[in-house]
């Protein structure tokens, strides 16, 4: 843990061959955060469908697995502590999981 509390990364993977080509790169980097949480992999135009590979990721790195943005906002709500730093990492959708998570918590509802 930091002096000024935990770091809590987000991350949606984005596009399932760019998921499977650094996919234990990407184990390791998570591993480094002191919670994770796993969004389900953004699909683009060009490539469509998972395949399960995020929820392989999350229990690999020891994450929560999330299969939206809403769960994920909803999941955190209930775990983060004053003085955490999350990060929302991603090419994809998930950068509404921020603004969700300070909604909820400004409104005192962590789920």
């Given at each position: 843990?930091?002096?000024?509390?935990?770091?809590?990364?987000?991350?949606?993977?984005?596009t399932?061959?760019?998921?499977?080509?650094?996919?234990?790169?990407?184990?390791a980097?998570?591993?480094?955060?002191?919670?994770?949480?796993?969004?389900?992999?953004?699909?683009?135009?060009?490539?469509?469908?998972?395949?399960?590979?995020?929820?392989?990721?999350?229990?690999?790195?020891?994450?929560?697995?999330?299969?939206?943005?809403?769960?994920?906002?909803?999941?955190?709500?209930?775990?983060?502590?004053?003085?955490?730093?999350?990060?929302?990492?991603?090419?994809?959708?998930?950068?509404?999981?921020?603004?969700?998570?300070?909604?909820?918590?400004?409104?005192?509802?962590?789920?």
């Open positions: 843990m930091t002096a000024a509390g935990r770091i809590v990364a987000v991350f949606q993977p984005h399932p061959s760019r998921l499977a080509a650094f996919f234990d790169d990407f184990v980097a998570l591993a480094t955060a002191d919670e994770r949480v796993v969004v389900e992999t953004f699909a683009s135009a060009r490539e469509q469908g998972g395949g399960g590979e995020a929820k392989r990721l999350a229990d690999l790195a020891g994450a929560t697995y999330a299969a939206d943005v809403e769960s994920a906002a909803r999941d955190l709500a209930g775990r983060v502590r004053r003085g955490d730093v999350v990060l929302i990492l991603g090419a994809g959708d998930v950068r509404p999981v921020g603004e969700r998570l300070l909604a909820l918590l400004a409104a005192g509802s962590p789920a």
